[in-house]
């Protein structure tokens, strides 16, 4: 053969060698059992042993090689052969036209062994039908033609309902012995092997492949576990349309450039510009995407969707939502997927118990409402089927029989599908999709396909509901629990002006008492007007800031004073800050000095000492009053609502023990029955919490 094709034979054949191999490996690990699949993986192995001598040839034109080319692509046929013969004697239950006749296996067998006559007399130079290349030639063309004979005879034993299985196989093999017909043909009239031809064969049986594959995942008899991605196919597809587009673009502008005058450079130059201009177009344009998805899903599966890709996708499109698009916009968009809809929009139930409007993708926003009552809406809770507003216009509807639609549905346009969203048996909404990019088939597979992402997206808006109203119900019961902190403040301040307006009587003549009496005062006038602003603000106030702890104990004991006994604040104590809220340390301060001095008579005592243990700050309260017993302590003192005062509301207690704990601190109590309490607080100073927050920053 000529040199000047030899690489493209090379590239030809090991191109054909390396597809039918990697095809045979994976039809060898799909493979379960019967001869039928034995047949196609051993006719591909053949095959990618014939390519590689092929190659080999290419590549170093020894002849042995050749010949040995030749013996392979003998058993090569005689492969395919019997994995036809294998589905014409084996059809599938209920695919059998009728008894297959006798003759095709002693044909068979006498066609392959006189196209092994043919390579022995062409490899030992034996002319027996005029030179050794046209014996060659005869014998190997009888062959191919007997291969078209034999996929004819498979093809009709095939009933016609059953042929949409092995079309695709049908239409390769009959391609790939119409090659070796017009090869062997040329050869034999010519007497010559045309170079062209020989190279592009490899090229030729390569194409063939994705049509047995397609055919063998159609047909699960033949005991392959075989898929194909639709994926796979789209893209593939949609890149030799492009690569068939651009070459006939390409040849119109040579054309144009050759044949055109004066004009043709130019012409050709606006040509090749506008093509690659509306293939970018086409690629980028939704519709046509659509559109080549529908055809492909037709014409090539079984089935319209891969259910576990569809799955897969629109569970990634909820879980993501929040990423660009609210969870509304998620639901619409993975709805509008998967029939090819540009958008839509979402109406879910609000608290009053209406559906309106709650999300949109490419829909302009309506404020329409639907009563939770209204005839649609008991339709969609009681039947879950897809509304197919199309077949409703068209006068025909199964899914649609009985329904009520609601009387807004004029004035939504481009209103296509109606699918309910249900939870639990509950109507949770339902969503509008627009009228698709291309026709589609609203069969029983897209109904079940949208149904089942519809429930999957009713789940999402019942867990996004109930955690709403769980944050809602939080936000009252943090409000609540403010209020209950701020009622009892109150009553603290009310007991401090009950105080003084019982020793007002008495001392109201004593200039020092009316001193004590405007600070009480304007000290509980502060304290009011801080708890109107925590409750005028809905959340309580716990920026930290530096307290000094001397200063803070000094201000709660004085405050006090009026009481008997009074509270004393030992002498010694250190300089020490904490990071707090001051008010509100001293709020929890001021009760456990309130409830010393209410549990002391009046020959009792009470007394405050501060101290430092290393990086703590502790303070210690101390009464000789009547005391607890330890299973008060264990189970009733830090409760809230647990109290033992005829007046007390049982919260002062635990709002200490939760804020020294919210500060990093710890609250402990020691008490005996008869002998008296201490308290003791400890918390970190001020100094230490910066410098464990800066090495935590630094870290």
Request: glycine fraction near 8%; charge should be neutral.
């Given at each position: 053969m000529e040199s000047t094709f030899s690489q493209v034979s090379a590239w030809s054949h090991a191109i054909a060698t390396v597809v039918h191999a990697l095809f045979a490996v994976y039809l060898g690990l799909a493979w379960r059992h019967g001869s039928r699949g034995s047949f196609l993986i051993g006719a591909m192995a053949v095959s990618a042993l014939?390519?590689?001598?092929?190659?080999?040839?290419?590549?170093?034109?020894?002849?042995?090689?050749?010949?040995?080319?030749?013996?392979?692509?003998?058993?090569?046929?005689?492969?395919?052969?019997?994995?036809?013969?294998a589905l014409v004697f084996q059809p599938a239950a209920g695919a059998s036209a009728g008894p297959p006749p006798r003759w095709p296996k002693p044909m068979t067998l006498a066609v392959v062994s006189l196209g092994a006559v043919g390579v022995v007399c062409f490899s030992l130079n034996l002319p027996i039908y005029g030179t050794p290349l046209r014996t060659w030639?005869?014998?190997?063309?009888?062959?191919?033609?007997?291969?078209?004979?034999?996929?004819?005879?498979?093809?009709?034993?095939?009933?016609?309902?059953?042929?949409?299985?092995?079309?695709?196989?049908?239409?390769?093999?009959?391609?790939?012995?119409?090659?070796?017909?017009?090869?062997?043909?040329?050869?034999?009239?010519?007497s010559r092997i045309h170079a062209v031809i020989w190279s592009a064969r490899g090229f030729a049986?390569?194409?063939?492949?994705?049509?047995?594959?397609?055919?063998?995942?159609r047909n699960p008899e033949w005991t392959f576990r075989v898929s194909i991605s639709r994926h796979v196919v789209f893209h593939s597809t949609a890149l030799a349309v492009s690569g068939v587009y651009l070459l006939l673009i390409a040849g119109a502008g040579y054309y144009m450039r050759y044949f055109g005058g004066e004009w043709g450079e130019a012409l050709q130059l606006v040509m090749l510009f506008g093509g690659g201009l509306f293939l970018g177009v086409l690629v980028f344009s939704g519709a046509f995407r659509a559109r080549l998805k529908v055809l492909l899903a037709k014409h090539f599966f079984a089935y319209r969707y891969d259910y576990r890709t569809e799955w897969l996708g629109v569970t990634q499109a909820l879980s993501v939502a929040g990423d660009g698009l609210s969870l509304g916009e998620s639901v619409v968009?993975?709805?509008?997927?998967?029939?090819?809809?540009?958008?839509?929009?979402?109406?879910?139930?609000?608290?009053?118990?209406?559906?309106?409007?709650?999300?949109?993708?490419?829909?302009?926003?309506?404020?329409?409402?639907?009563?939770?009552?209204?005839?649609?809406t008991a339709f969609l809770l009681e039947r879950e089927w897809v509304v197919n507003l199309a077949e409703l216009r068209s006068g025909f509807s199964v899914s649609g029989d009985g329904v009520a639609l609601p009387e807004w549905t004029p004035e939504v346009t481009d209103m296509w599908l109606i699918v309910p969203l249900i939870s639990s048996g509950v109507l949770v909404g339902f969503v509008i999709l627009l009228t698709p990019r291309t026709p589609v088939d609203v069969n029983w597979e897209v109904l079940d396909l949208l149904k089942m992402a519809g429930r999957q997206a009713a789940s999402y808006f019942a867990r996004m509901q109930a955690a709403e109203a769980l944050i809602e119900a939080r936000k009252f019961d943090a409000f609540n629990r403010m209020s209950a902190f701020v009622v009892h403040d109150l009553k603290n301040l009310v007991a401090q002006m009950s105080l003084m307006l019982r020793n007002a009587e008495r001392h109201k003549d004593n200039p020092e008492f009316q001193a004590d009496m405007l600070d009480t005062v304007r000290h509980v006038e502060e304290r009011m007007r801080g708890l109107m602003t925590q409750l005028m603000e809905k959340t309580p106030i716990n920026q930290r800031k530096p307290v000094s702890l001397g200063a803070l104990l000094e201000h709660v004991v004085q405050s006090k004073?009026?009481?008997?006994?009074?509270?004393?604040?030992?002498?010694?104590?250190?300089?020490?800050?904490?990071?707090?809220?001051?008010?509100?340390?001293?709020?929890i301060l001021g009760h456990i000095v309130q409830n010393a001095l209410d549990a002391t008579p009046e020959h009792g005592s009470v007394s405050v000492e501060l101290s430092r243990e290393r990086n703590q700050a502790c303070i210690t309260v101390r009464d000789t009053g009547s005391g607890m017993s330890a299973a008060f302590i264990r189970e009733q003192l830090f409760?809230?609502?647990?109290?033992?005062?005829?007046?007390?509301?049982?919260?002062?207690?635990?709002?200490?023990?939760?804020?020294?704990?919210?500060?990093?601190?710890?609250?402990?109590?020691?008490?005996?029955?008869?002998?008296?309490?201490?308290?003791?607080?400890?918390?970190?100073?001020?100094?230490?919490?910066?410098?464990?927050?800066?090495?935590?920053?630094?870290?």
């Amino acid at each position: 053969m000529e040199s000047t094709f030899s690489q493209v034979s090379a590239w030809s054949h090991a191109i054909a060698t390396v597809v039918h191999a990697l095809f045979a490996v994976y039809l060898g690990l799909a493979w379960r059992h019967g001869s039928r699949g034995s047949f196609l993986i051993g006719a591909m192995a053949v095959s990618a042993l014939w390519a590689s001598a092929n190659w080999a040839f290419a590549l170093t034109g020894w002849n042995w090689i050749f010949l040995l080319g030749n013996v392979l692509d003998v058993l090569r046929m005689g492969a395919w052969f019997g994995f036809l013969l294998a589905l014409v004697f084996q059809p599938a239950a209920g695919a059998s036209a009728g008894p297959p006749p006798r003759w095709p296996k002693p044909m068979t067998l006498a066609v392959v062994s006189l196209g092994a006559v043919g390579v022995v007399c062409f490899s030992l130079n034996l002319p027996i039908y005029g030179t050794p290349l046209r014996t060659w030639a005869a014998t190997s063309l009888l062959t191919a033609v007997f291969g078209l004979v034999l996929l004819e005879l498979f093809y009709r034993s095939v009933p016609e309902r059953s042929r949409w299985g092995i079309k695709p196989m049908a239409l390769g093999l009959a391609a790939l012995f119409a090659f070796d017909v017009y090869l062997f043909a040329d050869s034999l009239l010519f007497s010559r092997i045309h170079a062209v031809i020989w190279s592009a064969r490899g090229f030729a049986h390569t194409l063939i492949i994705p049509l047995v594959a397609i055919s063998a995942s159609r047909n699960p008899e033949w005991t392959f576990r075989v898929s194909i991605s639709r994926h796979v196919v789209f893209h593939s597809t949609a890149l030799a349309v492009s690569g068939v587009y651009l070459l006939l673009i390409a040849g119109a502008g040579y054309y144009m450039r050759y044949f055109g005058g004066e004009w043709g450079e130019a012409l050709q130059l606006v040509m090749l510009f506008g093509g690659g201009l509306f293939l970018g177009v086409l690629v980028f344009s939704g519709a046509f995407r659509a559109r080549l998805k529908v055809l492909l899903a037709k014409h090539f599966f079984a089935y319209r969707y891969d259910y576990r890709t569809e799955w897969l996708g629109v569970t990634q499109a909820l879980s993501v939502a929040g990423d660009g698009l609210s969870l509304g916009e998620s639901v619409v968009k993975a709805l509008a997927d998967l029939v090819e809809s540009p958008g839509g929009g979402v109406w879910l139930r609000d608290a009053n118990g209406c559906f309106s409007q709650q999300a949109r993708l490419n829909m302009p926003h309506y404020g329409l409402v639907e009563n939770e009552g209204s005839a649609f809406t008991a339709f969609l809770l009681e039947r879950e089927w897809v509304v197919n507003l199309a077949e409703l216009r068209s006068g025909f509807s199964v899914s649609g029989d009985g329904v009520a639609l609601p009387e807004w549905t004029p004035e939504v346009t481009d209103m296509w599908l109606i699918v309910p969203l249900i939870s639990s048996g509950v109507l949770v909404g339902f969503v509008i999709l627009l009228t698709p990019r291309t026709p589609v088939d609203v069969n029983w597979e897209v109904l079940d396909l949208l149904k089942m992402a519809g429930r999957q997206a009713a789940s999402y808006f019942a867990r996004m509901q109930a955690a709403e109203a769980l944050i809602e119900a939080r936000k009252f019961d943090a409000f609540n629990r403010m209020s209950a902190f701020v009622v009892h403040d109150l009553k603290n301040l009310v007991a401090q002006m009950s105080l003084m307006l019982r020793n007002a009587e008495r001392h109201k003549d004593n200039p020092e008492f009316q001193a004590d009496m405007l600070d009480t005062v304007r000290h509980v006038e502060e304290r009011m007007r801080g708890l109107m602003t925590q409750l005028m603000e809905k959340t309580p106030i716990n920026q930290r800031k530096p307290v000094s702890l001397g200063a803070l104990l000094e201000h709660v004991v004085q405050s006090k004073r009026m009481y008997i006994p009074c509270p004393v604040l030992l002498d010694g104590a250190p300089e020490v800050s904490v990071l707090a809220h001051a008010e509100r340390l001293e709020r929890i301060l001021g009760h456990i000095v309130q409830n010393a001095l209410d549990a002391t008579p009046e020959h009792g005592s009470v007394s405050v000492e501060l101290s430092r243990e290393r990086n703590q700050a502790c303070i210690t309260v101390r009464d000789t009053g009547s005391g607890m017993s330890a299973a008060f302590i264990r189970e009733q003192l830090f409760k809230p609502f647990q109290t033992t005062k005829a007046s007390g509301m049982g919260i002062g207690a635990y709002e200490a023990q939760q804020y020294v704990q919210e500060l990093g601190g710890s609250l402990s109590v020691a008490s005996d029955v008869g002998a008296g309490t201490r308290f003791d607080i400890r918390l970190p100073i001020a100094e230490s919490v910066r410098k464990d927050g800066n090495e935590a920053m630094a870290n």
